[in-house]
């Protein structure tokens, strides 16, 4: 049995997919923490929508996870982690192409 391969793609925006069936975790937010963030960002931070949980459709799903810089100004410095999770390498790839 081949095992499931995994797309990661660090992004520095919210994305959107339309939530099919969400699952009661978040994946990305056990990768990407508060306390790392904060690392990254060099200042305390807040979640920007941590709390979504994974959307999931069969076998592949999506999870992200994003902390701004906490200022008030909309123009925050922003980290987020962006996962999604194929079952194959072939549907991997072909995600991974249509998302350049």
Not at 8 to 21: D, E, G, Q, S
Request: with cysteine; net charge positive; hydrophobic share 45%.
């Amino acid at each position: 049995m081949k095992s499931p391969y995994v797309v990661l793609l660090a992004v520095f925006a919210l994305c959107y997919v339309t939530n099919v069936r969400a699952g009661d975790t978040n994946r990305a937010s056990k990768i990407l923490t508060a306390e790392l963030a904060q690392k990254i960002l060099g200042a305390p931070v807040e979640a920007g929508g941590s709390g979504m949980a994974d959307t999931e459709m069969g076998q592949t799903w999506v999870s992200r996870v994003s902390y701004h810089v906490k200022t008030g100004a909309a123009s925050a410095p922003e980290v987020s982690l962006l996962i999604r999770h194929a079952p194959a390498a072939a549907d991997a790839k072909t995600t991974f192409e249509s998302s350049k």
